[in-house]
């Protein structure tokens, strides 16, 4: 007999996904219905957004529908739309330019991108780097990470993306488990300020990452 006392497990609500390719007969289009299912993929996206940033209490229900563009342009991708509507442009040439690795690939920067659709930003005040460190730090952590990513001690904690999400790892590892989904929510309502670090951690932003330089210089 199952046990009855456990709690249910979470359901993220999953918005409507539409998918457009503007040049099927792109070889990074053939790459991508290759290594992955569309709908399956962005799933996976969504869940990894809402498993490290939310709680099935505290997650984001506005985002209504999210439509992958897949088509050749310089780059990699980006995010753009409205509040309910998000649109992610994923560029055709960089899944072919990615193809000895391309399912990790194409799942890891789609996880950033529909990171960027639930992340707070303290009503676009967050900086930048911040909130490329949080895509990549929820990256990271969905085991996606491409493999040249490594610590590294930046002259900047917020220098962004992977530089910035492993400092960010490491303040969650320092001061537990849900630490930066608590510095997230902290940019729910409120404009983003420096002394968050503080409320959230009891630490200044820049003694832990005075910290975190020594360990990365430490630990190599
Ligand atoms: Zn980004």
């Known amino acids: 007999m199952p046990p009855h006392d456990l709690p249910p497990p979470p359901t993220w609500i999953i918005p409507n996904f539409v998918l ?11 790459i991508f219905f290759d290594c ?13 957004s809402y498993t490290w ?16 563009v ?7 991708a ?17 899944i072919k330019s990615s193809e000895a690795r ?37 990256r990271l952590h969905a085991g996606l990470a491409p493999p040249h990513w490594r610590r590294r ?4 904690w917020d220098a962004g993306y992977d530089a910035t999400a492993y400092f960010l790892d490491w303040i969650e590892e320092r001061c537990g488990e849900g630490t930066i989904r608590k510095l997230n929510g902290s940019m729910k309502d409120s404009i983003y300020r420096v002394e968050l670090f503080e409320k959230v951690t009891g630490e200044s932003v ?5 910290l975190y330089c020594e360990h990365v210089k430490e630990t190599g």
């Open 20 to 30: 457009r390719v503007e040049d099927l007969s792109h070889p990074g289009a053939s």
């Open 36 to 48: 992955v299912k569309p709908k399956e993929a962005l799933k996976l996206a969504v869940e990894a």
């Open 53 to 68: 940033l939310y709680t099935p209490f505290t997650a984001p229900t506005h985002v209504k529908t999210i439509t992958l």
């Open 70 to 76: 897949l088509r050749p342009f310089d780059g990699v």
């Open 78 to 94: 980006y995010t753009c739309g409205t509040h309910e509507m998000k649109e992610i442009n994923f560029s055709l040439d960089w």
């Open 102 to 138: 391309a399912r990790d690939e194409i799942l890891g920067v789609l996880v950033h991108e529909v990171v960027h659709c639930y992340q707070y930003n303290g009503n676009d005040t967050c900086p930048g780097g911040l909130i490329e460190g949080v895509a990549d730090f929820v």
């Open 153 to 156: 001690a930046e002259e900047k």
């Open 206 to 210: 820049s003694s832990l990452y005075a």
